[in-house]
C-alpha cells in the first residue's frame, strides 16, 4: 500500500489506471482518505479551537467533527466527479472507479499537516486530483479540467446553501480543501 500511495503522489497514471480497474483496492482508498480525515481532524482540531477559544489547545470534538466532514465530503466529491464527468464529459466510469481513483489522490492531504511545508499539499491536492479524475473518467485534459471545475463550483454552491441554513457549512469547505 505504501508503494501505491508513493506512486500516487508522484502523479504515476498507471497507478490511477490500476486502482480504477480493480475493486479490491476499495479498502486501500477508505484508508487513505481515513489517514488524510485524521490529519485534517487533528490540523481542524487545532484550528477550530484557537480561532473559536480563548486558549491555544486541542479541541477533540473540533478534530472527530473535521474527520467526519472530511470523509462525507470524499463520498460525495466522487459522487459529484462522476456524474458531471459521465453525464456532461462522455466519461466512462463507475461510481466505484471515481472514488478509488480520488480516493488515492487523497494522498496529497498528508503532507497538510506539516508547518510550514504543509502550503504545498494545495497545489499537490490539485493535481492528484485533476490526474485522478482523467485517469477515472477516461477523458481527455480539457474535459478532466472542466469536470474539475464544474465539481468545485457544485461544492462552492452546496457550501453557501448550507451555510445560509446554518447547517454543515464546514462539509462543503472540508470538499473545497481536498
Known amino acids: 500500500m505504501i508503494n501505491r500511495i508513493i ?14 480497474h480493480d475493486a479490491s483496492y476499495d479498502n486501500e482508498a477508505y484508508i487513505i482518505v481515513a489517514i488524510a480525515a485524521v490529519l485534517s481532524g487533528i490540523g481542524g482540531g487545532f484550528k477550530l479551537n484557537m480561532s473559536g477559544g480563548s486558549h491555544m489547545g486541542f479541541s477533540l ?11 462525507v465530503a ?24 471515481m472514488r478509488r481513483t480520488l480516493g488515492y489522490a487523497y494522498a496529497a492531504n498528508f503532507i497538510s499537516i506539516i508547518p510550514c511545508i504543509g502550503i504545498l499539499a494545495i497545489p499537490w491536492s490539485i493535481a492528484t486530483y485533476f490526474i485522478a479524475t482523467r485517469e477515472g473518467l477516461d477523458v481527455d485534459n480539457g ?13 462552492l454552491v452546496i ?4 451555510g ?8 462543503g469547505m472540508a470538499a473545497l480543501g481536498s
Do not use: C, M, P
Open 159 to 162: 457550501a453557501i446553501i448550507l
Open 143 to 155: 474535459k478532466a479540467a472542466l469536470t474539475v471545475i464544474i465539481s468545485w463550483a457544485v461544492w
Open 74 to 97: 470524499y463520498l460525495v466529491t466522487s459522487y459529484i466527479v462522476f456524474y458531471i464527468g459521465t453525464k456532461f464529459f462522455e466519461g466512462e466510469a463507475t461510481y466505484g472507479e
Open 164 to 171: 445560509v441554513l446554518g447547517i454543515g457549512a464546514g462539509l
Open 61 to 71: 470534538v473540533s478534530a472527530i467533527i473535521a474527520i467526519v466532514l472530511a470523509f
Open 7 to 20: 506512486r500516487a503522489l508522484k502523479l504515476d497514471v498507471s497507478l490511477y489506471n490500476e486502482v480504477e
